[in-house]
């Protein structure tokens, strides 16, 4: 039963209603380390428990906001000191306003017998295919980037690697992989998307 | 949320200005008050210093 979406949910914790960081969100929080610069102005999206933002802002001293559809994790991520703001991706920032945005989206394909119906399940899984998710943030990331600034898109195998990395040419990016770190149940990797 | 956030952030539903409304203030932070779209009118409440940016039809505390 590897691989399906009850099993990654069950150790991956699905007892609170905010995803605690795990493999995933320390190898973007890595790479967008190596990647943010002190001036620059940075969003991660759905920033569950603001691991990521926190990590970034302590690691480079720029300005991370974190923003999250979940109440439970904007109130969490406040409380680690992150700058939280609810809302559906980046639908309320305004054009050009970002250097990086960072997203570790939910990517796993929903299993119908596993359906949850809660925060964690949002916090989890990508519709049918796992992209859905992914696919509605790149269809607007573009517009809130600044002219030269990039996206940091944690992917996983179990997602497709190839579908995204398509599916962002269509949106006119480029992407490049940064960092990949391999489990038994799946690989993860770091695309890096610039226009 | 401070208050040069005013300047990152707009409207979810037409990406127009917000106004802000301050009820409570602690630390150069906005604790509670209300963000106002100029163009369309509505309005996003900020509560515990959170922005609730999320359109109307969103903003339940339940996911489904």
Known sequence: MTGTGEDLASRRGVETDVYDPAEDSRLLADVACDEVSADDLVLDVGTGSGYV????????DARVLGADLNPHACRRARDAGVEAVRADLVAPFCDGAFDVVTFNPPYLPADAAAARDDWM?????????GREVVEAFLDDVARVLAPDGS?????????????VTAYAG??????AALADHSFPFETLTVLKLVR | MK???????CCPLDKHDLDLDVESEEDDEVVAGTLTCTDCGETYPIEDGIPNLLPPDMREETPA
């Open chain 1, 151 to 163: 996206v940091l898109l944690l992917v996983s195998t179990l997602t497709g690697v190839e579908e």
């Open chain 1, 121 to 129: 399940e949002v916090a989890l899984t990508g519709g049918e295919t």
């Open chain 1, 53 to 60: 933002a926190a990590t970034v802002a302590d690691g480079t």
């Open chain 2, 3 to 9: 208050r040069d956030l005013m300047d990152i952030i």
């Open chain 1, 170 to 175: 269509e949106r006119g990016f480029s992407a």
